[in-house]
Structures are given as C-alpha cells and as structure tokens.
C-alpha cells in the first residue's frame, strides 16, 4: 500500500521528534509513506524519515498558498500509484487531498483532531466560519473519516454522514510508559511556596481559555493564599497572559514555564490538573494527567464523557468561570477527594491499549 499524507506538523520534520518517530512507525504500516508537510518562513529540506518514509516541506510564503503548495509538491513527488492519501484535517490540508485524490483516483481519508462543530471554533474567527463550511463540503466527499473521540463521531453523524465511513481512533498515549516513569520534577520541591500546586499543560491560544483559568484563579488565590498555578506551554497569548497576572496581582502565585519538552513529572507531582479549554478534538494531556494520577478539574470538552467523566474528575461547563473556582477551592481543601479523583482516572485508562494494537487499528483505517 502506497500512501501521501498531507500535514501541518512541522515538527515532523525535526530530528528525533516524538512526531517524526511516530512517522516512521506509520511507515511500517505501508510499502510506502510519504507526508507533504505545510511549512512557512526559512527554506526546510526534504528529509528521509527511513527507507520507507519520506517527508517533504511546501515551503511556503504564506498559510494561504498552503493548498497550491501541496499540489505543487505532489505533482513533483508521485511517481507510481498513491493509493490512499490522508489529510491532517478537513479545511486547507483535505482540500488539496480532494483535488489531489479526483486526479490520481486515490482513496480519500480525512481526519478531524478538533471540534470544528463547537460554537466556539465558530466564534473564533472569519476563517474558521469558512472552515466549517469547507469542512462539511469536503467531508461528504471522503471515502473514510477518521476523528479522534465519540464526541466528534456523534457531531457528524448529526450532520447526516454515515456512521460506518467513521472511525474512531485517539490519539496514542502510552500509559504503560508514563507509569513507569521515574518521578524527576518534584512539584513541592521545585516550588516550595506553594502547599498545593495547579497544572495546567497547554499551547497559549485563545481556545485554550487561559484567561478564564487565571481569573478563576485570582479568587481562588484570595482564599487560598499558599496555591500556586504552574503553567507549561508557549503560544501566541504569552505576552497578554503575562499581563493579565500582572493586572490580578498574581506574580507571586503564577508561574509560566514556556514550553517544556517532557511534561510527565509535572504530573505526575503536581496536585490538580487544569483544563480550562473551549473546545478540544481529543484532549491528550487530560488522558496524561489521567495516567499520572493527578487529579483533573476540566471542562466539558473532547474525550470528556468517555473515560474522562463525572466519575473520573470534575467536570465543568465551558466558559463558566465560577464552576471552575468553585471546582479548584473544592479540590485544594480535600486531599481525600484529591486522592479519589486521581486513582480513579488512573484506573479509567488502565485499557487503552498498547502501541502494537493502536498501530493495527490505524492500518485498518487505511484498508478503505
């Protein structure tokens, strides 16, 4: 089986990556893999992932032209029969996997890793009104869909798709691996000022609702003076974030600590896990939390409802800020409630399978 993906990861293209090695196991899968990634600013090179996987940048000037691109790339790259082509996602990537899929009369699959059906992609953005549109266009046209939580699947089987070109598949998460790992961040050692310590592991965008967690949070702070929130993650929100502690007077219980290449000790020692997010297509560092044992207060977003649930951790609307004061004064006062809530998440994910069988499941997805 020949197969072209069409990818927005650039981190694919890095040495040594989590995303580049979890390429190569792709490319097992197949007698040949090769991924278009959509690359912007300084020139990349094509890069040889192994014998059977090879990764090539559009290198384009701009996010717009990133469709074009990949047709440009593609039509230099094919040579021989593509017989399935698998886009990152249903806006710009699936559009030129459709086009790309009619001329080579290769099998489509799309993959949907957000939920792009939350009022809150919506409100986002012009674009993303014009990627919802995209989306439900394009989607009705694949031969296979793949989204990453029963959240999504239920979301287009409301749009009309038919349930059987549905798939789901998470995103992989070795638990096994996380629980076996030496603890090497102690949470209370490095941050002695603080008795209880907050997580939060996140990208700083605008639909990760930071803003909401840090206003939550300077009440909390008011009553509960010893907390402090450590927040793991880069993004283009840092600055205005920053400012935002400044206006809550929070600089002495806010901590920022940029991106961070290896977050499980963090969870593994912190004492809560926050997720303030207005939407998410899976949600995997509440599935790494989970694993750790650390209990999670969240939103009602992606994966939640499945293993992560009422049961597991506390769950709370999105955008109301009150609940999730009300939900991290709760948890800071009750270590016992701590201590339930983190057992049980740990054992929610205890079957969530091995690497071996997720990567049987994925190839299955690509026998369309």
Not at 103 to 114: A, E, G, N
Not at 252 to 279: C, K, M, R, W
Request: net charge positive.
């Amino acid at each position: 089986m020949n197969v072209l993906m069409l990818s927005t990861d650039v981190s694919i293209l890095a040495v040594g990556s989590e995303a580049q090695n979890r390429m190569k196991e792709y490319g097992s899968l197949a007698d040949r893999l090769a991924i278009v990634v959509c690359t912007t600013g300084a020139p990349r090179q094509e890069f040889e992932i192994s014998n059977m996987v090879r990764a090539i940048p559009t290198n384009s000037r701009t996010k717009i032209l990133y469709a074009w691109d990949i047709l440009r790339v593609v039509k230099q790259l094919v040579r021989g029969t593509i017989d399935v082509i698998t886009a990152q996602d249903p806006f710009e990537t699936g559009l030129a996997g459709w086009l790309i899929s009619r001329r080579l009369k290769s099998k489509l699959q799309l993959q949907v890793h957000t939920d792009f059906l939350s009022p809150y992609f919506r409100r986002e953005s012009f674009k993303n009104r014009i990627r919802v549109l995209l989306a439900k266009w394009l989607l009705a046209k694949a031969d296979s869909i793949r989204v990453v939580s029963e959240r999504i699947k239920q979301s287009l089987i409301g749009l009309g798709l038919p349930e059987e070109k549905i798939v789901v598949l998470p995103i992989f998460v070795d638990v096994e691996k996380i629980q076996s790992e030496q603890v090497a961040v102690r949470a209370h050692k490095k941050y002695p000022q603080f008795d209880v310590v907050i997580l939060m592991v996140s990208r700083l965008e605008p639909e990760k609702n930071i803003t909401l967690a840090l206003r939550a949070f300077a009440e909390v702070a008011r009553k509960h003076s010893n907390t402090g929130l450590v927040i793991l993650g880069a993004g283009s929100q840092e600055t205005s974030l920053k400012q935002l502690v400044v206006r809550y007077q929070l600089q002495s219980s806010v901590v920022f600590e940029g991106a961070v290449q290896h977050t499980i000790p963090y969870y593994q020692s912190a004492d809560i896990f926050l997720n303030t997010s207005n939407y998410e297509g899976y949600g995997r560092t509440l599935i790494e939390a989970a694993a750790s044992g650390c209990p999670i207060i969240t939103t009602d977003v992606g994966v939640v409802g499945e293993r992560i649930n009422k049961d597991t951790s506390l769950v709370v609307p999105v955008g109301d800020s009150a609940a999730v004061e009300e939900a991290m004064s709760k948890l800071i006062t009750d270590e016992k409630k701590r201590n339930d809530l983190g057992r049980a998440a740990q054992e929610s994910v205890q079957k969530l399978g091995d690497a071996q069988s997720y990567l049987e499941q994925y190839k299955q997805s690509w026998q369309i």
